[in-house]
């Protein structure tokens, strides 16, 4: 069984940890990772069970698939502490924006098999939408081996690396767009009367149903948008309303935005 390693351990670290141990791709003695703090340390081995370190470059000898899991400007200060001690087999894993194939391949200084990768909060219960770039030295198994351990916390697909900054706004980063209109929705129904946690709950089962019924049936969501929409009923008008006050750009403005400051990252 190969060791999985994990440079830093927060939330995501922490969701894929949870996806790899549920999932059996391996168990807890294969599975090591590197905090800032001893309390980081204890925390991470009473919650997940596995082994902690204060060392970078401890986790980085031991792993045969090691996760960048540190925030990007982190990346100049941890890659200098175990580019020598990470193996010519072990597959790198980055899941940081901004951080380009490129880059990350110029700061190890040598030929690595690396794949880039944007996982989303949804991790946390299992359901996050993942993006996957190898790099030419990854092989077809390896990459069978990383995209089953994205998959043991969601859904992944590999993609080609010049859409990355689209999957930043698209899936990485509009778990708050979709916060926010659950929010929104929310807001309104207590302010028809509904009391506050009853009202989050209607909203974010509707959002989740709809969700499933986009993904499950393949049908277009306009058209699913369309048979709610009855003539002269209440969800037209509020689709009306929506279109007036210029929902869907809103949305779109937002999300290249987005992806506008994922490709300024991607150029410093």
Do not use: W
């Not at 380009?100 to 690595?112: K, L, N, P, S, V």
């Not at 009855?230 to 869907?248: H, M, Q, W, Y």
């Not at 809103?250 to 999300?255: F, H, V």
Request: aromatic share 4%; proline share 3%.
């Amino acid at each position: 069984m190969k060791t999985i390693g994990f440079i830093g351990c927060g939330n995501m670290g922490s969701a894929i940890v949870g996806g790899i141990l549920q999932a059996d791709i391996a168990d807890k003695e294969h599975v090591i990772a590197s905090v800032h703090s001893n309390s980081s340390r204890d925390r991470i081995e009473q919650e997940l069970g596995i082994k902690a370190t204060l060392s970078n470059a401890e986790v980085a000898k031991a792993a045969d698939i090691l996760f960048l899991a540190v925030k990007p400007n982190m990346f100049a200060q941890v890659i200098p502490e175990i580019k020598d001690v990470v193996s010519a087999e072990t597959i790198i894993v980055s899941i940081a924006a901004g951080q380009t194939i490129e880059g990350i391949e110029e700061a190890f200084g040598g030929d690595i098999k690396l794949v880039r990768s944007m996982p989303n909060t949804p991790a946390l219960v299992g359901e996050a939408m993942s993006a996957v770039v190898p790099n030419n030295n990854i092989l077809e198994d390896d990459l069978s081996e990383v995209m089953a351990i994205f998959e043991s916390f969601g859904e992944a697909e590999v993609v080609s690396e010049k859409l990355m900054d689209a999957v930043v706004g698209v899936s990485g980063s509009s778990p708050a767009y979709v916060y926010m209109f659950i929010e929104a929705m929310a807001d309104a129904a207590v302010a028809d009367g509904m009391p506050r946690s009853q009202a989050y709950k209607f909203a974010a089962q509707s959002v989740l149903g709809s969700a499933k019924m986009v993904l499950q049936t393949g049908r277009q969501p306009g058209e699913l948008k369309d048979a709610v929409c009855s003539p002269g009923g209440t969800t037209i008008e509020a689709v009306a309303k929506l279109e007036e006050l210029g929902f869907r750009g809103t949305i779109m403005a937002g999300q290249r935005a987005c992806s506008n400051k994922s490709r300024e990252m991607s150029k410093r």
